[in-house]
């Protein structure tokens, strides 16, 4: 399973969570549509126990912090999360199209 998802790392892929996961793990993925099941994420890593995601823009939930920091992070999403995921082999996103926009990438609803 996880060799061939291997070949999209880097890439964009289309995610569907398991009910309940996104509003569950929301202060962690930060997603900009928590009610949304469905995100595009680009593809950081895989492994035998689930995928890597890229969030380019993750912030601090430090009260202390005005505005809060930013950071590059890479969240890890546990496979009895996804419900499936859709790789997209023969397509190249544009730097204007959805959901290529860097800014984006973190988690962007699918809707």
């Known amino acids: 399973m996880s060799h061939l998802m291997t070949e999209y790392v880097g890439k964009i892929v289309l995610v569907k969570f398991m009910p309940g996961y996104v509003e569950s793990a929301q202060s962690l993925i930060q997603p900009?549509?928590?009610a949304c099941s469905e995100y595009y994420?680009?593809?950081a890593g895989v492994e035998n126990a689930g995928i890597w995601v890229?969030?380019?823009?993750?912030?601090?939930q430090?009260?202390?912090?005005?505005?809060?920091?930013v950071?590059?992070?890479a969240i890890f999403i546990p496979w009895h999360?996804?419900?499936?995921?859709?790789a997209f082999p023969e397509r190249e996103f544009s730097h204007d199209e959805e959901p290529y926009r860097e800014r984006d990438?973190?988690?962007?609803?699918?809707?």
Not at 54 to 60: A, F, G, I, L, P
Not at 62 to 69: E, K, L, Y
Not at 105 to 111: E, H, M, N, S
Request: glycine share 2%.
């Open 41 to 43: 994420v680009r593809l």
């Open 105 to 111: 990438i973190g988690f962007l609803a699918a809707k």
């Open 71 to 73: 950071y590059h992070a």
């Open 32 to 34: 900009n549509d928590p």
């Open 81 to 86: 999360q996804i419900e499936s995921l859709a």
């Open 62 to 69: 430090d009260f202390f912090s005005t505005p809060p920091d």
């Open 54 to 60: 890229d969030n380019k823009e993750w912030q601090t």
